[in-house]
């Protein structure tokens, strides 16, 4: 069959029809694919945010609106406080207000400045600046070590895993707060103190004139704990509020606009090598660009004061700008080359391309027939099709990031068994008992003269593990052989042991305690896939613990270990160097242990929650959560109530479920099952008249 003639301008081509077919069929082909691959992308998302949200609650439009207003009250708080400052000031003889107080080092200023009303102002907001700031890039206000370190693991989590996934870790930490109550105290805290540092400006501040700057202050930290919670949601965006920090720092012209000038210093045009910053007077905003975090891209650059603005003996050394001279036709921004200027009064003697009456342009379009109209307007219908098509691609590219974002949160695969995790503690638990069981073998018993008081003290606050029912036991019955004294040392290593396992940062306690209830409330909020990722993620990040740290962590168990036959009556003082030293050389491995324990359940079991557990000395003993080592055989069921804990002899481990299906707080449930259970050993039940008994289990 013939082929249709094609004509495409002047030429006439002969295209074969199954051709045209194919060609059509070809581009089609991908369109369709990629609109499956979207619909299909689209309804996995839909199932995944019932799980986890991947996109902000804010916009960045809220955050840079949040950093304006924050910026305006600034402004006006430090213009009320200096107009209701002017008058007698503290210390000062005719003065109004005196800021040197607000100044790290106001020996660089002259002291004209000091004095002055417009300067006064620009350093209070500096000094609101900076307060305000403190606040909004806090993680959680009041807590320092959790801050530096949730600051510390974001850094490097956006380095391993890249800007989204940091950045929907962080907003799981700021979910909750750890204790609203306590912020909120906090938050009222801190704007008791930064009125407290502005009514120092003046004498003449009556209790009217301080109410009104509460109030002001109160407002303006209400915004900056408002911008605090609305930076830690965004998700797909990373806007970050940003000023000078340290007074003293170098200035930075591309990050920092001097605004010195404005306050009645000098406008330095030849900045020279170096310049100091005072403080920043607003707020800036800056957006990282890239997934790694770098190509920091700017709204708005921080307003800066300089101290060489404020020094008249340093202005009088810098050598004016060079200023051109301009003839009033041109602005200064544009070029005044000879060649520009050329170039533009040509351009300008041009006539526009339609000319310039409208009809004349009427008429040229009505003289093009209907067919040279669809082909001029064909690249237009091209360019449309060819935008609609980005867009969607956008919108996949879009959707296929979220997703990504949702399954790293929701991926729940192990890299090794929960047989594995119990191996590897009924090691550990080995490892206990034989270590304590080979030094308590080279012991010798010997009398020894009581300890004074101060040093039976000294030598019992080393041994935190243990508490009065054991003392009771060992110290006042003086058993005469060494196994008692094997049976507190496993009690200590024990408690030790678990500490170390439990760690989320090895070595800081106060740290763990804030970290593991940031982690409950993760999960009670999002459920065990989530919270699970969150823990794997933060614990992946740690790197290894570093020689200082596990020094200390081997002097205080070492130090506990040495000190309990001497508390005990057992050996005498002078022979604590050479338990310390066998120790020593011992102690090793066993943290070698419990760091991989750690490890595997910390980053490697992703589908629960798995943990060691103990029962601690003075507990009550439960059958149900524990179970003995020995039994002496003088009667007394082992179910018999009453009876407490002396210390454990080995480590069990805990299996925490989470419910799949939200209560009607809109939280998950959660509850324990034993895997393995702790070996104990158990005080006898009291008796009238006389001291518990003990079992030997």
């Not at 080092?105 to 000094?127: C, G, M, N, W």
């Not at 109160?218 to 830690?232: F, G, H, V």
């Not at 000319?355 to 690249?379: C, D, H, I, Y």
């Amino acid at each position: 069959m013939p082929s249709k003639p094609s004509q495409r301008g002047n030429y006439t081509t002969a295209v074969p029809s199954d051709r045209k077919k194919k060609q059509s069929s070809n581009t089609t082909r991908p369109e369709q694919w990629e609109n499956e691959l979207l619909e299909m992308r689209l309804k996995e998302l839909k199932d995944a945010r019932k799980l986890i949200a991947t996109r902000s609650s804010v916009s960045g439009e809220d955050i840079m609106c949040q950093v304006k207003a924050l910026n305006e009250k600034i402004s006006c708080v430090a213009k009320s406080v200096i107009e209701m400052s002017i008058g007698w000031s503290r210390g000062q003889k005719g003065g109004q207000v005196f800021v040197g107080g607000f100044l790290r080092y106001p020996d660089r200023v002259d002291k004209s400045y000091l004095v002055d009303e417009t300067f006064a102002q620009a350093i209070l907001q500096v000094f609101l600046t900076l307060s305000c700031m403190c606040w909004v890039d806090s993680w959680y206000p009041g807590k320092s070590a959790l801050d530096t370190h949730l600051r510390s693991l974001y850094g490097k989590i956006r380095k391993k895993e890249g800007q989204l996934v940091a950045r929907k870790w962080r907003q799981l930490v700021c979910e909750r707060e750890l204790s609203p109550e306590l912020d909120a105290n906090i938050l009222s805290v801190h704007a008791r103190w930064i009125t407290e540092q502005l009514m120092q400006t003046s004498s003449r501040l009556g209790e009217e004139d301080r109410k009104q700057v509460r109030k002001g202050v109160q407002d303006l930290m209400d915004i900056s704990e408002k911008l605090r919670k609305n930076k830690a949601k965004m998700i797909s965006d990373e806007f970050q509020p940003w000023i000078a920090w340290n007074e003293g720092v170098a200035y930075n012209s591309p990050s920092m606009e001097d605004v010195s000038g404005q306050f009645g210093g000098k406008q330095i045009q030849n900045p020279g090598l170096l310049l100091h910053v005072i403080g920043s007077t607003e707020v800036g905003l800056k957006a990282y660009g890239t997934a790694d975090g770098d190509g920091e891209q700017w709204y708005w650059r921080p307003r800066v004061l300089l101290f060489e603005s404020f020094n008249r003996t340093y202005c009088s050394r810098v050598q004016p700008a060079k200023q051109v001279i301009h003839d009033g036709s041109e602005p200064p921004y544009q070029s005044t080359s000879s060649a520009s200027r050329t170039r533009s009064s040509k351009s300008s003697s041009r006539q526009p391309p339609y000319g310039p009456n409208p009809n004349q342009r009427q008429a040229k379009v009505q003289k093009l027939n209907p067919k040279e109209g669809s082909q001029r307007r064909w690249p237009e219908k091209q360019g449309m099709r060819e935008g609609l098509g980005r867009r969607e691609e956008l919108k996949l590219e879009q959707v296929t990031k979220e997703l990504a974002l949702a399954q790293r949160f929701l991926s729940t695969v192990d890299t090794v068994s929960e047989a594995d995790v119990v191996r590897a503690l009924e090691a550990l638990n080995e490892e206990i008992f034989q270590l304590t069981s080979m030094v308590a073998d080279e012991i010798q018993l010997e009398e020894v003269e009581p300890l004074s008081p101060g040093q039976l003290e000294t030598l019992r606050s080393r041994i935190t593990a243990l508490g009065p029912v054991f003392w009771d036991e060992v110290r006042d019955k003086r058993l005469e052989n060494s196994l008692a004294i094997q049976i507190g040392w496993q009690g200590i290593l024990v408690d030790w042991c678990s500490e170390i396992i439990d760690a989320w940062v090895v070595g800081s306690e106060g740290v763990n305690r804030d970290l593991e209830q940031t982690y409950e409330n993760i999960k009670a909020t999002n459920g065990q896939a989530v919270a699970s990722c969150w823990r794997a993620i933060a614990r992946s990040v740690s790197g290894e613990i570093s020689s200082e740290v596990r020094g200390q962590l081997e002097d205080k168990v070492v130090d506990a270990l040495g000190a309990l036959p001497v508390v005990c009556g057992y050996i005498s003082p002078g022979k604590l160097n050479k338990l310390d030293k066998t120790f020593r050389e011992l102690i090793g491995p066993l943290l070698d242990i419990c760091l991989k324990i750690r490890k595997m359940i910390g980053e490697e079991i992703m589908s629960t929650d798995i943990q060691p557990c103990f029962i601690k000395s003075g507990d009550p003993y439960d059958l149900k959560t524990a179970e003995l080592d020995y039994e002496d055989g003088r009667g007394g069921s082992t179910k018999e109530r009453g009876r407490f804990i002396a210390c454990s002899l080995s480590l069990g481990l805990d299996h925490i479920h989470i419910g799949t299906e939200r209560g009607s707080d809109g939280l998950y449930s959660k509850h324990r099952d034993l895997i393995t259970k702790p070996k104990l050993f158990r005080t006898k039940k009291p008796v009238s008249g006389g001291a518990p008994g003990y079992d030997w289990h």
